[in-house]
């Protein structure tokens, strides 16, 4: 069993090898309280070596829609279903979130989105090949997002 994400009295707890620590324990919490906001959902997450099953899904997603290989140690991971959707996280020790939001009774619902924590680089295997927007957050200051359409099964 996973640990439930405050997001009132945000921990680093899980993430604290990260040099950006502060700003992605804020993005964890930012995800944490949007669903708990929308859905009513307590956000897990699970240290990414004791969850192979998600951390398979999220890379095959990503070496087959983009050749995308994420060199960064995952530290956490997060898979449940809510709403109609199958979401899978994977935080990772530079600072990036992924996600896949893959809307189990519509194809054309279904994305990659990627997020980077305040104060990093964009990692050079994600460079020149999306454009990130910026959005301000109370827990982790700007954000900065991307995503992609997922197109095969999965």
Known sequence: MGKIVDFVNVSLEGLESSPVSKTLAGLRANEARYYKNKYNHDFTVTPANEDQKTL??????????????????????SSFT???????YVFYENGLSINVMYTIDDPKKRAVGLK????????????????FARQKSKLAGV????????KAEY
């Open 56 to 77: 398979d899904y999220v890379n095959n997603i990503l070496l087959k829609e983009r050749d995308i290989t994420i060199s960064s140690k995952p530290l956490e991971t």
């Open 143 to 150: 954000i900065r997002g991307s995503f992609f359409v997922i």
């Open 116 to 131: 980077l924590s305040e104060g990093m680089e964009v990692p050079a295997e994600l460079k020149d090949k999306f454009r």
């Open 82 to 88: 809510v709403a109609n959707l199958r979401m899978a």
